[in-house]
């Protein structure tokens, strides 16, 4: 199972920030790498950022490029996703989810465990 959370609560305004927790077993979390999609209202779920199962390797879209951030801890099994300079375009359904494989990847079908996903609004 995988629990997506957002850390703070209250409102989010533009240009603040705001952090993502992605919590999971050992099993799917310790040997697979995670990343972070969102669905915006009328649109697709789209690629927000990935890492490694050891975080050697991370991937960003590049509307998130220097803004967001992706790290884990292994030992407590834990994904974050740490957004800053939050624009109104961010706002959207945040999924986060296990992959296939070790490795980072954008690629929707090569995750097999997602979160039920955490709603992020941010006003301008």
């Known amino acids: 199972e995988v629990s997506c959370r957002r850390l703070g609560g209250g409102s989010v305004q533009a240009g603040d920030s705001l952090r993502l927790s992605c919590a999971a077993s050992r099993r799917t979390f310790s040997n697979n790498g995670v990343a972070w999609f969102r669905q915006a209202p009328g649109k697709e779920r789209e690629f927000v950022a990935g890492?490694?199962?050891?975080?050697?390797?991370?991937l960003y879209e590049d509307s998130v490029k220097g803004r967001f951030t992706i790290s884990r801890d292994n030992g407590k099994n834990m994904v974050y996703l740490q957004m800053n300079s939050l624009k109104s375009e961010d706002t959207a359904v945040y999924y986060c989810?296990?992959?296939?494989?070790?490795?980072?990847?954008?690629?929707?079908?090569?995750?097999?465990?997602w979160g039920q996903g955490t709603e992020v609004t941010v006003s301008s």
């Open positions: 989810a296990a992959a296939r494989t070790a490795a980072v990847a954008s690629q929707t079908v090569l995750y097999n465990y």
């Open positions: 890492i490694s199962w050891n975080g050697g390797s991370t």
